[in-house]
């Protein structure tokens, strides 16, 4: 196989585990890992090298080699259940001390610890204002109004439901969220009075998306960074339009590649998020029998890589508080695991300037 030669688009998207070259991605998933355990277990790289090998590589990647994003066989297919291996991925990354999140991704009595993507396209010079640009961001695209009925779908530490909460007095939101954390952090908020979280029009379920059931049916529906832990969209749109009422909608917000195929890193997978899919931002074009796509629009990859500069900028400012926190492993093994996981997805979105991994937007309605 000449490896130089890009696959066509028709390839990608008929790809089979017999026609995908897997002995040159057992290879650069080898290497990878190669080099970023050496890194994790003690090989320091300054961040200007890292980030000026990595950006050029991932950038050849995309434009000649993008095969090599499918790390294994189960990245073309939809798994068996919806979501994936989810108590592992609350142990590995949700469930990890909340204190690194609420110093990483910062916090104010309006906008709680979130972990996606800010909007610095309208003018933002804060992470709290890019952040809160994206919720109303959300909103606007939603087309959330007062008195809906809201369920926010892998809510997190309840961001996005306080936001909404604030700007419309008569809207209830149900949340739904596996971490056990995230949602102690959730339940404490619920008792302060100046939480819209107490307000008493906020439900918590401690529940994992694979086996909940929902007698209420809702206005709208959003997920915001849960899709990249969904392996079967097929299922999934199916037992979301049983929570929606005649009229309503879904507005869903992920990581996407620009490719004709999904993808993800080998590194990540093992380290961060198990059994993560950055799908294609062509994947809920494709015919299904429940929900159906009315709107969408991508958002260059430009505002997550920012995102993340703030982010790693914060974890290292704040190592004195960090470094007596329990992750279940050594502190400068961790810090080094997770500096290389900012580092490596900075250059994943800054890769030919942003325009192939960004942020795929969605309003979805019912067949």
């Given at each position: 196989m000449n490896l130089r030669l890009p696959l066509s688009q028709d390839y990608l998207n008929s790809a089979t585990t017999s026609n995908i070259p897997h002995s040159a991605i057992a290879l650069s998933n080898k290497l990878q890992m190669a080099v970023s355990e050496a890194y994790i277990n003690g090989l320091e790289i300054p961040d200007f090298l890292v980030l000026n090998t990595l950006k050029p590589l991932i950038s050849l990647i995309y434009q000649h080699f993008s095969f090599l994003l499918v790390i294994d066989d189960w990245i073309l297919q939809e798994s068996e259940v919806l979501a994936e291996n989810s108590k592992e991925l609350m142990r590995v990354q949700y469930n990890l001390p909340t204190e690194l999140f609420r110093l990483?991704?910062?916090?104010?009595?309006?906008?709680?610890?979130?972990?996606?993507?800010?909007?610095?396209?309208?003018?933002?010079?804060?992470?709290?204002?890019?952040?809160?640009?994206?919720?109303?961001?959300?909103?606007?695209?939603?087309?959330?109004?007062?008195?809906?009925?809201?369920?926010?779908?892998?809510?997190?530490?309840?961001?996005?439901?306080?936001?909404?909460?604030?700007?419309f007095p008569n809207v209830r939101v149900t949340a739904l969220n596996l971490s056990q954390t995230q949602c102690d952090y959730m339940r404490q908020k619920m008792q302060e009075p100046d939480s819209y979280l107490s307000s008493g029009r906020f439900t918590l379920i401690e529940e994992d998306f694979n086996t909940v059931q929902l007698a209420n049916q809702f206005d709208r529906i959003i997920a915001i960074g849960l899709f990249e832990h969904i392996g079967n969209l097929t299922q999934a749109w199916q037992k979301i339009a049983k929570f929606l009422k005649k009229e309503g909608k879904v507005f869903y917000h992920i990581i996407s590649f620009k490719l004709p195929h999904n993808g993800t890193s080998p590194f990540i997978d093992k380290y961060i998020f198990p059994r993560m899919r950055v799908w294609r931002y062509e994947e809920p074009f494709a015919p299904k029998r429940d929900l159906k796509v009315i709107n969408h629009w991508y958002l260059n990859g430009y505002n997550y890589a920012k995102t993340l500069r703030f982010w790693l900028k914060n974890f290292d400012d704040h190592q004195t508080q960090l470094q007596n926190l329990d992750y279940g492993m050594e502190y400068q093994k961790f810090r080094r695991m997770w500096r290389l996981y900012l580092l490596w997805c900075i250059a994943y979105f800054e890769a030919n300037e942003g325009k192939v991994l960004g942020n795929a937007q969605y309003l979805m309605e019912p067949v």
């Open positions: 990483m991704l910062t916090e104010n009595k309006l906008i709680y610890p979130k972990y996606t993507v800010a909007l610095w396209e309208k003018e933002a010079t804060t992470l709290i204002e890019a952040q809160q640009a994206m919720l109303d961001d959300v909103i606007q695209k939603a087309g959330i109004t007062d008195g809906d009925e809201i369920l926010d779908l892998g809510c997190g530490w309840g961001s996005a439901s306080n936001y909404i909460l604030s700007k």
